[in-house]
T-cell receptor
Framework: EDKVVQSPLSLVVHEGDTVTLNCSYE??????LLWYKQEKKAPTFLFML????IEKKSGRLSSILDKKELSSILNITATQTGDSAIYLC????????FGAGTTVTVRA | SAVISQKPSRDICQRGTSLTIQCQVD?????MFWYRQQPGQSLTLIAT?????????ESGFVIDKFPISRPNLTFSTLTVSNMSPEDSSIYLC???????????FGQGTRLTVV
């Protein structure tokens, strides 16, 4: 059975801190690893990773995939209160298998 | 990317009733997916809606409880039947890009069953 594990489950940081979120996966026919930010209901797309070692970057967020280790990390630098959300990773083969998410709380 | 319109945004329903959630996509897509997110949980796939054939349900989900329609390549509905408080969740529809690599979500439906 496909499995996606995220860590930590939650963390609290102060504005300006850097956070690193982890995602490990075991899927049968891996195609991509997706990261989402969920603030209210709908997850919003952050990154799609298909190749090892190539960092994707968007502003203060960045992510990288390690296909050898079957894992990915999401980094958020200079955190702001608006970064407070649940961050989900999903491994994509025929369907998406989601991790439990990491709840990030950024305090002012 | 795809623009997905999902409605209703939220609803409060009486137990024993049914609710139909609609999902409209701005482009033709082969497969549409329906997810459930129970309070404090991650997303769980309910079923894959295929145009022209019956939906494919995941383990633990059955057609009688969650009937799905897919009349064309841009539209799908999910019905939550004979609701109980345990059905209180966020329900999300999702589509893939043609390359089947990226996935996008509708705005979600927050269902509360009382």
């Amino acid at each position: 059975e496909d499995k996606v594990v995220q860590s930590p489950l939650s963390l609290v940081v102060h504005e300006g801190d850097t956070v690193t979120l982890n995602c490990s996966y075991e899927v049968t026919n891996f195609r991509s690893l997706l990261w989402y930010k969920q603030e209210k209901k709908a997850p919003t797309f952050l990154f799609m990773l298909t190749s090892s070692g190539i960092e994707k970057k968007s502003g203060r967020l960045s992510s990288i995939l390690d296909k050898k280790e079957l894992s990915s990390i999401l980094n958020i630098t200079a955190t702001q209160t608006g970064d407070s959300a649940i961050y989900l990773c999903a491994a994509n083969d025929y369907k998406l298998s989601f991790g439990a998410g990491t709840t990030v709380t950024v305090r002012a | 990317s795809a623009v997905i319109s999902q409605k209703p945004s939220r609803d409060i329903c009486q137990r024993g009733t049914s609710l139909t959630i609609q999902c409209q996509v701005d482009s033709q897509v082969t497969m549409m997916f329906w997810y459930r997110q129970q309070p404090g949980q991650s997303l769980t796939l309910i079923a894959t809606a295929n145009q022209g054939s019956e939906a494919t349900y995941e383990s633990g989900f059955v057609i009688d409880k969650f009937p799905i329609s897919r009349p064309n390549l841009t539209f799908s509905t999910l019905t939550v039947s004979n609701m109980s408080p345990e059905d209180s969740s966020i329900y999300l529809c999702s589509v893939r890009t043609p390359t089947n690599i990226e996935a996008f979500f509708g705005q979600g439906t927050r269902l509360t069953v009382v």
